[in-house]
């Protein structure tokens, strides 16, 4: 198995051509939590680096898909591209708005794309990043020109605000953020290497269980973790910290390349503590990997993508930079996509 780019068309390239981003309304802070569970702001600040985070109002329509098409038609907006444009939308999400129709059939539908090709990635909070990974070779195969790819949860709805859910509670928000890719003539341009890889028998470690069958051990079950998230923190911790590390190795030495080629490692945002243990470990300097975690908690597939899209804002990409999109979560899945902008 090849894990870099020349296994494709060898004449095409793929280029970042607009981003954009959809967060709810709804701020919940960390004093909104200590109103109804046992915790404290500073716990969470100390044990996560996260001050509030965003909640959808699902109740009331506001589902995986609004979020998805908002953040969509600001991507299309600043790559100043017309949705009739586009030939394939793949959305990464765990929480679509019903089990079918799909969060990406719905998008083509409200953004007026046409009969296009729509389809859903589930591979938690690694989606964003696996779903590059297909973009990528989905054009470099000639067959699509031009794709959207959205990352969109609204894990919120599957938490428990009460002290018996407080590990997970803290950590979670809602939100979508969305990159326009086309082919482009400059063979060079696009992902460059990339690593996916997955451990089903860590599944038991972060799951949401619908039925009592769900539970890896019967013993676990309770009526009030149905449909909620449940997590292993200390396993996931642990889990993070190694796969997150091996996998930067893996992909600069796959590439040929060191850290310090490197112009922006653009990481899912599970927990400060993890995001510094990469930095410390491979002397990343601070301004190499933005840690936004304390505005917006956990958002599962919006993650890396949120960071991109704070980037973009800043000014801060440019063309020529080499970036490095990375996550982790639940499957248990891990990975990585390096891309040359
Ligand atoms: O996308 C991937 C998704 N998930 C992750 O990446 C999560 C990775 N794990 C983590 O981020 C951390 O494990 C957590 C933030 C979830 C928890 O932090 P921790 O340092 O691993 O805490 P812990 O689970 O070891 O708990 C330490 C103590 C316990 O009390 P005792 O037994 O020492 O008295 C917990 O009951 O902290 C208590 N605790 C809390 N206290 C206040 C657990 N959650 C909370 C809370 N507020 N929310």
Redesign the pocket.
Known sequence: MTHTQGAGRASIGVRILGSGLCLPEKRLTNAD?EAC????DE??VK??GITERRRADWDNGEKTSVLATKALREALSTAKIDPSELDLILVATMTPDTPTPSVSCIVAREIGAGNIAAIDINA??SGFVYTMNVADTMVRSGMYRTVAVIGADCVTRHIDYSTYG??????FGDAAAAVVLRADDNPGVGMIAQRMHSDGAGSKH?FIPEHCSDFPDPDDFDERKLDKVQ?N??A??KF?VSKFQQVINDTLEDAGLTADDIDHFVC?Q??S??LESARERFGIPEEKLLVNIHKFG?T?SA?APLVFEELRRAGKVEAGQKVMFL????GLTWGSSLWQL
Do not use: P
Request: glycine content about 8%.
């Open positions: 939590l569970m046992d915790t404290s716990w969470i044990r996560t938690a909070c407080r590990g997970a509670a803290i950590l972060l997590m923190g200390q996931v911790f993070a899912h599970a927990n503590r993890i956990n599962v993650s996550a982790f979560g639940a």
